[in-house]
């Protein structure tokens, strides 16, 4: 029973492929970077991110004891950062295509782009906190108040929707002061690696920025506007010279993803430790290791993107849902895992781990349908016409 887990490793590609076209010779995707093409992508992309931490809970190496380890999803263990990597590219692309694309596209910026991710974190916060009194975990009142205001994750996933919404204001802070693109392009890159040397500046655990995975992808944000800028001169130049660029790529992955992994044992982002007199450094060192390997990562996807037109209703169906079903998927796997985040026991473990996966799987699409409604009944959103939907890419 065990062994079937193996079958998500034909499930994923059947997913992901059922619909899909293969665009010819000399022809290419021109809408690799649609607004669509990137939500069904994302889709997909979040149900990964679902057996990541699936993962992380049946068969990551520095589970205890190991007799709990059922192997299977072992490819999908670090897999997250890499995964939520290409999230920020499409972040950083769509607010920059936007921009340019909408008259006065600042104006109720933070209310378009900022307040629904804000939202979505509180919502999934208040559903976990209350999770977490029914499985008996014990809160004084600091506690709960570190809790309920997500300085303390009450919902364990949510760095990601912590860190964008300052991504997204270091996006407005300066397109409202600089006039000139490349300034505005240059100072929201500059934010973003000042927020990297303040997390590498930081132990585990400390302060909010708790740990490299709240770092570690996040450049792909400015590397996302960087190639939206100038999309219309490397577009070409990719289609140009398109398989010399994909084999090159698709043949580096490997050895850069092996190169980053050595990195990391040899500095490591866990030096206070062990009292390393250069901890920063080390932490350093590691980033960058994985900033190369991340926009590499983000590359081949895309190349692949360029001649592969993906499509069918169930991405759709994903892509509509993502940010929901991102939130909210975690609480089912903490409810049927060893034992809930934090150290209470869950209240009910699922032996097998394909049916883990399932149970976290529909439980979370069922989750996340009605958690979409109810904020975009609360942020009063209509949905665009197919005028306005075919005006931007990646929006």
């Known amino acids: 029973m065990q062994q079937m887990v193996y079958a998500v490793y034909v499930v994923l590609p059947v997913i992901l492929l059922w619909g899909a076209r293969y665009t010819g010779h000399g022809k290419f995707n021109d809408e690799f970077l649609s607004l669509e093409q990137s939500k069904m992508l994302q889709g997909f992309l979040a149900i990964c991110i679902m057996l990541h931490h699936i993962a992380q809970k049946t068969c990551a190496p520095w589970m205890y004891p190991p007799s709990r380890i059922v192997h299977g999803l072992d490819i999908f263990?670090?897999?997250?950062?890499?995964?939520?990597?290409?999230?920020?590219?499409?972040?950083?692309?769509?607010?920059?295509?936007?921009?340019?694309?909408?008259?006065?596209?600042?104006?109720?910026?933070?209310k378009r782009r900022i307040l629904p991710v804000v939202l979505a974190l509180y919502t999934t916060t208040f559903i976990f906190f209350i999770a977490r009194l029914l499985v008996g975990e014990k809160m004084d009142a600091?506690?709960?108040?570190?809790?309920?205001?997500?300085?303390?994750?009450?919902?364990?996933?949510?760095?990601?929707?912590?860190?964008?919404?300052?991504?997204?204001?270091?996006?407005?802070?300066?397109?409202?002061?600089?006039?000139?693109?490349?300034?505005?392009?240059?100072?929201?890159?500059?934010?973003?690696?000042?927020?990297?040397?303040?997390?590498?500046?930081?132990?585990?655990?400390?302060?909010?920025?708790?740990g490299e995975w709240w770092y570690n992808c996040v450049f792909l944000f400015p590397i996302g506007i960087i190639f939206a800028k100038f999309e219309n001169k490397i577009i070409p130049h990719l289609k140009k010279y398109y398989w010399v660029y994909l084999i090159a790529a698709l043949a580096a992955y490997y050895p850069l993803y092996r190169y980053s992994d050595f990195i990391c044992n040899i500095f490591g982002y866990y030096g206070e430790n062990w009292g390393a007199p250069d901890t920063i450094l080390r932490r350093r060192i590691s980033l960058l290791s994985q900033i190369v390997l991340t926009s590499e990562f983000v590359f081949c996807v895309l190349l692949l993107n360029m001649k592969l037109k993906i499509g069918n209703k169930f991405l759709k169906?994903?892509?509509?849902?993502?940010?929901?079903?991102?939130?909210?998927?975690?609480?089912?796997?903490?409810?049927?895992?060893?034992?809930?985040?934090?150290?209470?026991?869950?209240?009910?473990?699922?032996?097998?781990?394909?049916?883990?996966?399932?149970?976290?799987?529909?439980?979370?699409?069922?989750?996340?349908?009605?958690?979409?409604?109810?904020?975009?009944l609360i942020l009063g959103k209509k949905k665009a016409g197919p005028a306005s939907k075919k005006q931007l890419k990646a929006s």
């Open 77 to 110: 263990v670090p897999s997250g950062y890499l995964l939520v990597s290409v999230f920020l590219f499409f972040n950083g692309y769509g607010v920059y295509k936007s921009f340019h694309a909408k008259e006065n596209y600042l104006k109720g910026y933070v």
């Open 317 to 376: 169906f994903m892509g509509s849902i993502t940010l929901e079903f991102y939130l909210i998927h975690g609480l089912y796997v903490e409810l049927f895992g060893w034992q809930f985040d934090g150290g209470v026991p869950s209240p009910y473990h699922i032996k097998y781990v394909i049916v883990y996966v399932l149970v976290v799987f529909a439980l979370g699409v069922a989750s996340a349908v009605p958690l979409k409604m109810l904020h975009e």
């Open 142 to 210: 600091n506690q709960v108040l570190l809790y309920l205001t997500s300085i303390d994750l009450c919902n364990p996933n949510t760095w990601y929707v912590i860190v964008l919404p300052f991504l997204y204001l270091f996006f407005y802070i300066s397109f409202k002061t600089f006039k000139k693109d490349g300034l505005a392009v240059l100072s929201t890159t500059a934010f973003v690696v000042l927020y990297l040397l303040l997390g590498t500046s930081i132990d585990h655990n400390d302060f909010w920025i708790r």
